[in-house]
């Protein structure tokens, strides 16, 4: 059983930047699809970046140039650097992990057995 534990959450005024980190007790944490969602009060839980077991990421539209996820496989350990952070980037963010299909481009769908316990990330205007 993936057990995820994050930290890394907090507030800040718009612009700023901040660091979450999510570290999976697993000895195959490289061959995981890995992503991090976020979920603000009354809307719908959105991905906002994932990474496969070759390194390659993938991010949304919203953030793309601010926010870079990344993967340290030898501390097992998945990052999301947000910079130029917006008061819309607030909400409740969570690290998820899956199996990785072989063939097949990791992606937001489907299920995903292991999650973060999530950390706020407040942004002020």
């Known amino acids: 059983q993936v057990q995820l534990a994050q930290s890394g959450g907090g507030s800040v005024q718009a612009g700023g930047s901040l660091r979450l980190a999510c570290t999976a007790s697993t000895p195959t944490w490289s061959s995981y699809c890995k992503a991090w969602f976020r979920q603000a009060p009354g809307k719908e839980r959105e991905g906002v970046a994932l990474?496969?077991?070759?390194?390659?990421?993938n991010h949304a539209d919203s953030v793309k140039g601010r926010f870079t996820i990344s993967t340290d496989n030898n501390k097992n350990t998945l990052y999301l650097q947000m910079n130029s952070l917006k008061p819309e980037d607030t909400a409740m963010y969570y690290c998820?992990?899956?199996?990785?299909?072989?063939?097949?481009?990791?992606?937001?769908?489907?299920?995903?057995?292991?999650w973060g316990q999530g950390t706020q990330v407040t942004v002020a205007s």
């Open positions: 998820a992990v899956k199996n990785e299909v072989p063939g097949r481009a990791c992606d937001y769908d489907g299920t995903w057995h292991a």
């Open positions: 990474v496969d077991s070759d390194d390659y990421t």
